[in-house]
């Protein structure tokens, strides 16, 4: 009895269009596996506001690392990072820029998160059912500040988008959820996130690791502004060791 073949050889990864025998989109699946491999990038709500912490992964020592942008502020309460092919990121966050924006004129309020991660996650629909175009091959953490409550979604190739209270996506997700599972807990500040944050990367990254290499940012609650954290306040923090304790629950 011959074995069946690869559904590659059969042609059913040639068309995001077509489904493969057992309802497979095998573009879209190559797609997140693209996310799988890009840099790492990690959203967490904190008991005083949402914040980012990512990998640059600075790879060329003649690359200027503050040039490498993957921490991006969509309105003033709302911010995002992401990791795969961060030129299709760039294109859906100046789309989500414009959508804030336009928001903003036409009913003078600023829009809500959950606005703006629908309307990145119907085009990466989009372009999953449409002969001619492909994924996205890109995932996104949109995060901000909703009715004086942060809040954090996850948005991936085939367009679709859970809420989390902490999320890791890119080559250190497997690592860096399993330490998130372990220690976070939504009492922590925005500090103590980031202390939780930089010591994960430090495990997974090793000797690889460098201050060079991280983003950092947060929206507060208080006063829900978008603020990048400096080189000196992460290398700061990494050196005090303000990785946070267990929380005990009441």
């Not at 306040?233 to 304790?245: F, G, H, L, Q, V």
């Amino acid at each position: 009895m011959t074995e069946p073949m690869p559904h590659q050889l059969m042609g059913y990864d040639r068309a995001i269009t077509m489904f493969s025998p057992d309802g497979r989109l095998l573009q879209v699946e190559y797609a997140k596996k693209t996310v799988r491999q890009g840099s790492t990038a990690i959203g967490m709500i904190c008991s005083d506001g949402v914040l980012f912490v990512t990998d640059k992964r600075i790879v060329d020592t003649l690359v200027v690392p503050e040039s490498v942008e993957k921490i991006w502020q969509i309105d003033e309460h709302i911010g995002a990072t992401a990791s795969g092919i961060l030129s299709d990121a760039r294109v859906l966050i100046e789309r989500a820029q414009l959508k804030a924006q336009q928001h903003k004129v036409t009913y003078d309020t600023p829009v809500d998160v959950i606005t703006i991660v629908k309307d990145i996650c119907n085009l990466k629909q989009i372009c999953t059912q449409s002969g001619g175009l492909r994924p996205f091959g890109v995932s996104i953490l949109v995060g901000g500040i909703d009715a004086n409550k942060p809040t954090l979604f996850e948005t991936d190739p085939t367009g679709i988008f859970f809420e989390y209270k902490a999320s890791v996506i890119g080559e250190g997700e497997v690592e860096i959820e399993e330490i998130l599972h372990k220690e976070y807990d939504s009492e922590l500040t925005i500090e103590e996130g980031l202390g939780l944050c930089l010591g994960a990367l430090k495990k997974v990254l090793g000797e690889n690791f460098s201050i060079d290499r991280i983003d950092a940012a947060y929206i507060k609650t208080a006063d829900q502004k978008f603020k990048k954290l400096s080189k000196e306040t992460i290398e700061r923090n990494m050196s005090e060791s303000k990785a946070p304790k267990k929380i005990k629950k009441k």
